[in-house]
């Protein structure tokens, strides 16, 4: 369980969790997203998979991959939780199969993922600085609890 305050301004960043090293500083694995635009915004990505799971989504992967996608929130109204330009709380909660990740105190998005060879239990952390228009993006406040299961 992690939080961290950040403040995006222009293009696309993320938090890794759960990743692999890569080489040139590169990871690979989940990333609780962000970006100016608000597509995507409070989902989980992961660099093998897309998309795991979308704002106001609860999704459950299973050890095949199959997901079951439900709703728990409209994506819209959720997007307006998030203060465009200014500094937002970001809390990823990660224990066991269940990832949850927060903006602002609210629920954006809940993945169980289950996968074989794809599901992470454990890995790094990096701040991400996505290639593309420019940007500024600026972290602070980092907490990091560790769960005893």
Not at 11 to 28: A, E, K, L, M, Y
Not at 70 to 87: E, Q, S, Y
Not at 106 to 115: G, I, N, P, S, Y
């Amino acid at each position: 369980k992690w939080r961290l305050k950040y403040k995006l301004v222009g293009g696309n960043s993320g938090i890794q969790f759960r990743s692999q090293r890569r080489p040139d500083w590169d990871t690979f694995g989940y990333q609780a997203d962000m970006d100016a635009a608000g597509k995507w915004t409070g989902c989980v990505f992961a660099h093998a998979r897309g998309k795991v799971a979308g704002r106001g989504t609860r999704t459950v992967i299973d050890e095949k991959g199959k997901k079951t996608v439900t709703k728990i929130g409209d994506p819209a109204k959720l997007i307006k939780h998030v203060k465009r330009n200014d500094w937002n709380e970001y809390r990823i909660i990660a224990k066991g199969p269940k990832l949850t990740l927060m903006i602002n105190g609210v629920v954006m998005c809940e993945a169980v993922d289950h996968q074989k060879g794809k599901a992470a239990r454990d890995g790094i952390i990096a701040l991400q600085v996505h290639p593309g228009p420019p940007m500024q993006v600026q972290f602070k406040a980092i907490r990091l609890k560790v769960f005893n299961d």
